[in-house]
């Protein structure tokens, strides 16, 4: 399975933008998807995963009604929408998959990376 994020940028502070997930398959269903984010100098952290069917999602509390986790299976892409960004969401993003059917917070649980999209956040 391969996963490409696209989606980042260059945002001011309370602006937003939506990061996309696609893989290269065609029973996306089958997949649980997680976002991720690695800050410089820190270690990756938890976003947002959600699971099959899109029923059952998760959220790191410092994203929590900012940030909105979806997925369109028959395209399979999952997205993330990020509003009232803030500075300290500037990193670089991941999305992750992984074959089972309710999201997880741990990396370790994701079988298949994306290669990354970087996200600023000007003050």
């Known amino acids: 399975v391969q996963l490409q994020a696209s989606g980042g940028g260059l945002v001011l502070d309370g602006g937003s933008l939506r990061l996309s997930c696609t893989a290269s398959?065609?029973?996306?269903?089958?997949?649980?998807v997680g976002w991720f984010r690695q800050r410089i100098g820190a270690e990756r952290e938890f976003v947002a995963a959600?699971?099959?069917?899109?029923?059952?999602?998760l959220y790191a509390d410092s994203v929590k009604g900012r940030f909105t986790i979806s997925r369109d299976n028959a395209k399979s892409t999952a997205y993330l929408q990020m509003n009232s960004l803030k500075p300290e969401d500037t990193a670089k993003y991941y999305c992750?998959?992984?074959?089972?059917?309710?999201?997880?917070?741990?990396?370790?649980?994701?079988?298949?990376w994306g290669q990354g999209t970087l996200v600023t956040v000007s003050s």
């Open positions: 398959v065609r029973t996306f269903i089958d997949y649980r």
């Open positions: 959600i699971g099959q069917t899109g029923a059952a999602i």
């Open positions: 992750a998959a992984d074959a089972g059917a309710l999201p997880s917070r741990h990396a370790n649980a994701y079988d298949f």
